[in-house]
Every structure is written in C-alpha cells, then in structure tokens.
C-alpha cells in the first residue's frame, strides 16, 4: 500500500500543475458555499462549568462545551469581574468550542463564583458556578476540633 500512496504523489501531485490548481480552486469555492449555508445559531452551552470544591495550593479546572454560528466570543468573570489570562488564570477555546478556565495554585482569594460567557452577533450564553478552597488549618487553629472529637 505504501508504494501505492508514493506512486500517486509522483503522479501529477506537484502544485503547479495546471491540473491540482483548478482542483484547489473548486475546493476553495465548496467550501466558502459551505460556510455561507451554515445556520446561524446563537450561543449555548452543550457542557456547563459545575462547582468544586479544591484544596488550597492545587490546581482547578472548569470546562464547558459552546455551540454557536458565528463562533461565539468567550470571557470568564471571577464574581463578575474580567478574568485576564495570566501564569495563574490559564484559559483554553478550541475550534470544537470547548473551553476551559485553568487556576494554578489555587488560594484563599480564588474562592469565588465564576461565570463563562459566550456572545455572538445573536445574542450570549453564560453558565455560572462556585469554586470552594479548603484551606489547610494553620498550628493552633485545628485544637478545637481535637476536642470535639474527644467529647464523642
């Protein structure tokens, strides 16, 4: 089979030959006939962001999943201000439309509601959810506990 995929590329497969230039012209044209007969849709979410709960100093995710035509533009809110992309926000949108919010090394001040939004000529979608931090008890603050657990 091998020898038959080379024996085909040697075969006219050069791009100048007049043959392969009117073969990429028509695919050109099919596929701007294509996208014109798209359906203009807009956003919703096929896969909404979900709350979670993370420990302090790990990392958290939130994925969705958006549809929509034109593809749709998206910004992640933290308590509904602008998250900006940093080394500690890391956020992901592929050709697919999944998207994700990426926060490394998850503090104390990352407990918050976050909100992806997707907007189009059409209209917007936003789906919305709670990230909750554990934080780790700092010596002196856990002897309470101990001496709950003493009384049972």
Not at 13 to 22: E, F, Q
Not at 56 to 74: L, M, N, T
Request: negative net charge; aromatic residues 6%; hydrophobic residues 30%.
């Amino acid at each position: 089979m091998i020898s038959g995929m080379s024996g085909r590329k040697a075969s006219g497969s050069s791009p100048t030959s007049p043959i392969n230039a009117d073969k990429a012209e028509n695919e050109d044209a099919f596929l701007e006939e294509v996208a014109e007969e798209k359906p203009h849709v807009k956003p919703y979410f096929t896969k909404k962001i979900l709350d979670m709960e993370v420990v302090e100093g790990s990392a958290a995710r939130f994925d969705c999943k958006i549809e929509g035509y034109p593809d749709p533009e998206v910004m992640w809110f933290k308590d509904d201000q602008p998250v900006k992309e940093s080394r500690h926000f890391q956020i992901d949108y592929d050709e697919e439309g999944n998207c994700s919010l990426t926060i490394s090394e998850v503090c104390g001040d990352d407990d918050a509601k976050y909100t992806c939004k997707a907007v189009n000529s059409l209209g917007e979608a936003t789906c919305t959810a709670e990230l909750l931090v554990e934080t780790m008890a700092k010596e002196g603050e856990g002897e309470g506990e101990e001496d709950e657990e003493e009384e049972e």
